[in-house]
C-alpha cells in the first residue's frame, strides 16, 4: 500500500533538509527547501496527485508548510 | 532629450547642471534615511571578484546581465601585436590575448558589502549603506530609466533574523512616505527578477516565497525592499551569535528617481521638489 502524500512528502523534505518535518513546520522561512528542491517537489506532487500542477499561478504561501501544500494541491483527497 | 542629459544608444548618460545636482540631492535624501538606522557609510569599488558573486550562483541565475572585465595579457609582444591593429572594427576593438575574466562590473552596490564581511563573526546586527555605480547589460536601453550603467544607493541590514521583520517594515514604511512626501503615485508590489531561462526553481521560489517588494510609479520601479534570509550570510560565512547572518536591503536606483521627478514635476528645477524639507 502506497503512503499517504503527507508521509511522502515529509520523508523527501526531512532528508533533503537534515531534520524532521512536521505538517505544520514552516518550510520557507526557515528555509528548509531551496529553489533547488521545489521543482523536484513539484515533479512529486505532481506524480503524487496525478495530475499537473499549474505553475503560471502558483499563490504565494502555497508551500508554506507540508499542510499548506496539501490543502492547497490534495484538496479532493480524503484521506492524506 | 532634457537638458543637462547626454545619452548614448549604449545606455550611458552623462548628468550634467541641475540634474547632476539633482542626482546629488536625492543621494543626500536617502543617506538621511541611512542615517535614522545609523548605517555606516562605504566606499566601494565598482568591480567585483567574479569568485564572490559564484558564492550565490549568480552567474546561473542572471548570466545575460554580466559586464565582464578582461585587460590585455601583460607579454610584451601580445600588446604590441594589439597595438599594430590601430583601427577600430565598427566601433570596437578586437583584444588580442586576454587575462581569465576573475572581475565583472557590480550589478547591484549591496554585493560589495556582503563580499567585504566575508568571514566575519557578528555580535549584533549591523547598519551598512553605500552607494555604487551599478552595470546590468539589457535588450535595450531608455535614459534614466534602464541604463547599463547607473547609480544604486543601497541600506543593508546584517545580522540576526529577529532585526530583518523590523527593518523591512520600516522600509516599506519609509519607502511609502517618501513618495507620498513627494507627491508620487505610488504602490508597493511583489518584484520578478529576470531570471535567466534554466533557472526554473529560482523564477517559482520567487512567485510562491515573494521576497523583493518593488516600489513603483507608473510602470518603473525605482526602489526595492529584498529579504535575503541567511542566503548571504551561509555564502559569505557571516554569522551573527553564532548562527548564519540574516540579511534584507533597501535599495534606491537613483537615475529612476530623477525620471519620476521629471515626469510629475517637469523639466524646469524651479518646479522641483524641496528634497532637503525631507528626511
Same mark, same amino acid.
Given at each position: 500500500?502506497?503512503?499517504a502524500?503527507?508521509?511522502?512528502l ?6 533533503r533538509?537534515?531534520r ?11 528555509e ?16 503524487l496527485?496525478g495530475?499537473?500542477?499549474d505553475?503560471?499561478?502558483l499563490?504565494?504561501g ?7 501544500i496539501l490543502?492547497t494541491?490534495?484538496a479532493e483527497?480524503?484521506h492524506v | ?7 548614448t544608444?549604449?545606455?550611458l548618460?552623462?548628468l550634467s547642471?541641475?540634474l547632476a ?6 543621494d543626500a ?22 569568485a564572490?558573486l559564484a558564492? #550565490?550562483?549568480w552567474? &546561473?541565475s542572471?548570466?545575460?546581465l /554580466?559586464? =565582464?572585465?578582461? *585587460?590585455l %595579457?601583460?607579454?610584451?609582444?601580445n ?14 576593438v ?5 587575462v581569465p ?10 554585493y560589495a558589502?556582503y ?8 555580535d549584533r546586527?549591523?547598519f551598512?549603506t553605500?552607494?555604487?555605480l551599478?552595470h546590468?547589460?539589457e ?11 547607473f547609480?544604486?544607493?543601497? #541600506?543593508?541590514?546584517? &545580522?540576526?533574523a529577529?532585526d530583518? /521583520?523590523? =527593518?523591512i517594515t *520600516?522600509? %516599506?514604511e ?5 513618495a507620498a ?7 508597493l508590489?511583489?518584484a ?9 526553481g529560482?523564477?517559482?521560489?520567487q512567485q510562491i ?5 518593488e516600489?513603483?510609479v507608473?510602470?518603473?520601479?525605482i526602489?526595492?525592499?529584498?529579504r535575503?534570509?541567511?542566503l548571504?550570510g551561509r ?19 537613483l ?5 519620476v ?6 523639466a ?6 524641496a528634497?532637503?524639507a525631507?528626511?
Amino acid at each position: 500500500m502506497k503512503d499517504a502524500p503527507s508521509i511522502t512528502l515529509k520523508r523527501w523534505i526531512g532528508e533533503r533538509c537534515g531534520r524532521a518535518v512536521a505538517d505544520d513546520t514552516p518550510l520557507l522561512e526557515e528555509e528548509l527547501i531551496t529553489s533547488f528542491d521545489l521543482v523536484e517537489l513539484i515533479l512529486i506532487i505532481e506524480e503524487l496527485r496525478g495530475n499537473p500542477i499549474d505553475l503560471l499561478h502558483l499563490a504565494p504561501g502555497s508551500f508554506a508548510s507540508v499542510a499548506q501544500i496539501l490543502k492547497t494541491f490534495f484538496a479532493e483527497h480524503t484521506h492524506v | 532629450m532634457c537638458e543637462g542629459l547626454t545619452w548614448t544608444p549604449a545606455g550611458l548618460a552623462t548628468l550634467s547642471g541641475p540634474l547632476a545636482l539633482l542626482h546629488e540631492r536625492l543621494d543626500a535624501l536617502f543617506r538621511r534615511v541611512a542615517a535614522r538606522f545609523a548605517a555606516e557609510e562605504h566606499h566601494i569599488p565598482p568591480l567585483i571578484d567574479a569568485a564572490s558573486l559564484a558564492r #550565490i550562483d549568480w552567474f &546561473g541565475s542572471f548570466p545575460h546581465l /554580466a559586464s =565582464f572585465v578582461t *585587460a590585455l %595579457d601583460p607579454e610584451p609582444e601580445n600588446i604590441a601585436a594589439f597595438c599594430r591593429q590601430r583601427s577600430l572594427i565598427e566601433g570596437a576593438v578586437l583584444p588580442t590575448r586576454t587575462v581569465p575574466v576573475r572581475h565583472i562590473l557590480l550589478p547591484a552596490a549591496c554585493y560589495a558589502l556582503y563580499a567585504a564581511h566575508q568571514g566575519r563573526q557578528l555580535d549584533r546586527t549591523l547598519f551598512l549603506t553605500t552607494r555604487g555605480l551599478c552595470h546590468r547589460r539589457e535588450t535595450h536601453y531608455e535614459p534614466l530609466r534602464r541604463q547599463w550603467s547607473f547609480g544604486m544607493r543601497e #541600506i543593508v541590514c546584517l &545580522g540576526e533574523a529577529e532585526d530583518m /521583520a523590523r =527593518f523591512i517594515t *520600516a522600509a %516599506d514604511e519609509t519607502l511609502l512616505a517618501l513618495a507620498a512626501s513627494l507627491g508620487l503615485e505610488a504602490r508597493l508590489q511583489p518584484a520578478s527578477d529576470p531570471f535567466f531561462g534554466e533557472a526554473q526553481g529560482k523564477r517559482l521560489m520567487q512567485q510562491i516565497d515573494p521576497v523583493k517588494y518593488e516600489l513603483v510609479v507608473g510602470d518603473l520601479a525605482i526602489a526595492s525592499v529584498n529579504r535575503h534570509r541567511t542566503l548571504f550570510g551561509r555564502a559569505f560565512d557571516i554569522t551573527c551569535k553564532t548562527r548564519p547572518a540574516s540579511s534584507a536591503c533597501l535599495a534606491f536606483g537613483l537615475e529612476r528617481w530623477i525620471a519620476v521627478i521629471l515626469d510629475r514635476f517637469g523639466a524646469d528645477p524651479a518646479h522641483w521638489p524641496a528634497l532637503e524639507a525631507l528626511s
